[in-house]
């Protein structure tokens, strides 16, 4: 990975279920520079994840970014972010990365959500990528990903791990509860 390359990392935090979630999306180099900030907020409990993840890439302003980094697919409490959308307005690849195994949120979203509210979410969900285990440093990550080769994105993911996390998430996810913790 050149030590020039830039990710957008996406994260957020959120208190109960209701009201606004903050997200913040943090412009990285492989070389650990942070290069910007944006943040943005979504409904806990509503739909508009897409949209957020959008907003952060436009809000960032930078025509460098090569990757967009989530962490995680459902945002503020179940909104689940369609990550070919997010390519599709973007034109940057998105990788979506996880970091405990699970068997996935369809039970999950059965047993919060009903009628239409819970088809939407499965239906992007159930549109997503298979999520594959990546070995990094001794830390297992799960990633899915789009617009890139599988191979491509998991060394991407590699090239932007030091410590378990890829750094433009968690400097995002560290910018995402310094602004959680402004709201006090």
């Known amino acids: 990975m050149k030590e020039g390359a830039r990710a957008l990392g996406v ?6 279920t209701s009201g606004d979630s903050y997200l913040a999306g943090a412009v ?14 979504t409904d806990i409990g509503g ?6 993840v959008v907003r952060l890439y436009d809000r960032a302003d930078r025509e460098d970014v090569r990757l967009i980094l989530l962490s995680g697919v459902a945002l503020s ?3 689940i972010v369609d ?7 973007t034109g940057v ?10 068997d996935g949120l369809g039970d999950d979203l059965r047993d919060e959500f009903d009628g239409d509210a819970l088809e939407q979410r499965l239906s992007i969900y159930d ?11 001794g830390n297992d990550l799960y990633v899915r990903s789009v617009g890139v080769p599988d191979n491509r994105a998991d060394g991407q993911v590699r090239g932007f791990t030091y410590d378990g996390r890829p750094e433009p998430a968690r400097v995002a996810h560290l910018a995402a509860r310094a602004l959680l913790g402004f709201e006090d």
């Open 127 to 137: 549109s997503l990528p298979e999520r594959r285990h990546v070995p990094v440093g």
């Open 11 to 16: 994260a957020e935090s959120y208190r109960g």
């Open 77 to 79: 409490w179940y909104s």
């Open 93 to 102: 690849p998105v990788v979506s990365v996880t970091y405990e195994e699970s």
């Open 28 to 41: 990285v180099r492989a070389s650990r520079t942070v290069d910007g900030l944006a943040f943005t907020t």
């Open 83 to 89: 990550l070919s959308a997010v390519h599709q307005t």
């Open 47 to 52: 739909t508009d994840a897409t949209e957020a």
